[in-house]
């Protein structure tokens, strides 16, 4: 569909067509939104029902309005550079990372749109908040500890300016749930309900089925149609958003194959499991869309599932070839994306051959990126020059990176200067955060005060929640309770978990309950322990460990150690024992040392002994502890040896 509406699944009363639409609890504030244009952001997760949501509001427009959906970012800026247009006009940027990038939209492509004409032009724009999240995370003074964010500042400013935030659920509230089953003489809401635990809008649009389709009904290491759709989801993790020509697919897809099975007769024809690949599932959507006759692209919901951990790539690494091929048929317009797509993974030498190639073309914002790759690097000299040559080019973002490599260098006065040089002449949020962290430095609290509250009037998460914190560290709570909230509303996640902390210092228990579990909805899962400590120390035992099982399942390995402490202590030994051995086996050390410790309680020292030493390798003193007194109960050592000498002596070596 060309507004990115996915297809429902079919039902099994054979019902087709548009699935009727259950009207949101935010449906209101929406068209609210609409009708008062600018840009207007509809967020949440994958097959959430955004994009659904903000198509229904359309509605409420009159028949005039004309509704573009432009296909390629620099779309915009033709737009905007436009005189001969008039409203009533709807941009509809469904994906909107896609257009967040230097040949898109940017600060000044949007005040062209919005700001600098007289007729209606409301942006419309849907994103998945765990790209929300990689351009409104959480600040820091060192480009070093940003990550992606400090390549992509231009962004941040962009979604600063939003006049309306609409997050949608991925489940229904009680409200809605009841609008739904109104709804369910139609087979395929009626199906979907009885599958709620998969969330409502990921059943309508087959999502589960397809990852079930993804895994192969458990053949997925040797099934080459899913080394095909794995191979695609990578090259979207990698940065490359184009659609995929076969050609590109067929020289990677057997890397996702175990060796033995790359060369099977049965795995050679590549045309017959693309097939596979692209047929849909359950009537709805496929793994593999057809973009035109040969390209391809894999669609969001497996890019999100794979990002929160519920993929067969889940927490794997991008394969080298397929980021060997995307350099090679990369052009101008994605060299950018592709470089700050391997920073974000760590592939620093990726991201620097990307970025150099865009710097060959003269793209200020891959100078940018270069820079700060060699900040990552460590080298000072190179990081300087090419972020005082993007400076030079008028890009905000490379003047905030100098500030901060100069601040981190230990010059304090030069980085002050640029930063408020950005915060006073462009009104530049980041910058007016930091003047605020180094204001804190200085406990000078007004300015501190002062700086983040211009940045979160601004719309800058960050400052919001630093904001906040100040607030309630002076007295002022309810305004902090405001300004945490706002935050969460804008996409930091884990500043509900800082206000449950807040209810619970106040000894609200209901409020910070409430507060933990909606930040571990929205994917922090620092919350998920929160919350069941919280759970814990009321005595809802059962209510703690369905918490902590959740976020164990979803591969949340602090959870699986708090699960496991929890089995241990009401008695549950063997299931304890499964879940210290996984949290372990992901390299957790406090688990390694737990796990040892109910092993030698078994009569397993053998095993004890080899888990407390690994803990102890890992820096868990403890765990060193613990196995030398094991060593002295097997007679091993004497009385008089230091206790480290278990873990560096020669009979080690070949452990």
Partial sequence: MDLGVKPSITGKDASQGLVPYVNRDEDDRLRQGIARGGLVLVYGASAAGKSRAAFEALHELSEDTLVLIPERPEALRDLARASDFVGPLVVWLDDLERFLVPSGLDRATLDHLCHARESYVLLLATIRSDELAKFEGASSPSVMHENARSLV???????????CRIEIGATLSGSELLRARALSDDGRIAEALRHSESGFGEYLAAGPQMISRWMAAGGYDHNPGSAIISAAVDFRRAGYGKPLKAEMLSRVYKEYLPMRARHHPDNQDFQRHLSWACSRVAGASSCLSVVDEDSYVAPDYLIHQTIVGSSPLAAKPIKDAVWSVALEVSGPETYFTLGAAAHYHGQLGVAERAFRKGVDEEDPYC???????????????????????????????????????????????????????????????????????????????????????LAAELGHPPAMHNLAILLDRQGGFQEAERWYRKAFSSGLAGSMAALGACFEDRGDAQGAEAAYSASMHAGFRPAILALGLLLQRQGAMARAEAVYRAGAVAGYVPAMVNLALLLSGTGEVEQAEIWYRRAAEAG???????????????????????????????????????????????????NDESWWSPLFGPRDETE
């Fill in 367 to 453: 100078l940018n990126g270069l820079g700060v790759v060699f900040v990552e690097i460590g080298n000072l000299d190179l990081a300087t020059r090419y972020l005082r040559e993007a400076e030079a080019c008028g890009l905000l973002e490379a003047k905030f990176n100098l500030a901060n490599v100069e601040w981190s260098a230990g010059d304090e006065e030069s980085a002050h200067e640029r930063f408020l040089e950005l915060a006073k002449r462009h009104e530049f949020p980041p910058a007016m955060m930091n003047l605020g962290l180094m204001a804190a430095r200085h406990d000078e609290v007004d300015q501190e005060e002062h700086w983040y509250r």
């Fill in 588 to 638: 957790s050390p406090e688990a390694m040392n737990s796990l040892g410790i109910l092993l030698e309680d078994n009569g397993n020292q053998g095993e004890a002994e080899k888990w407390f030493l690994q803990a102890g390798r890992a820096g868990h003193v403890e765990a060193l502890l613990n196995r030398s007194e094991l060593e002295r109960r097997l007679g091993r050592i004497n």
């Fill in 153 to 163: 500042r231009a962004g941040a400013d962009v979604l600063s300016q939003t006049r």
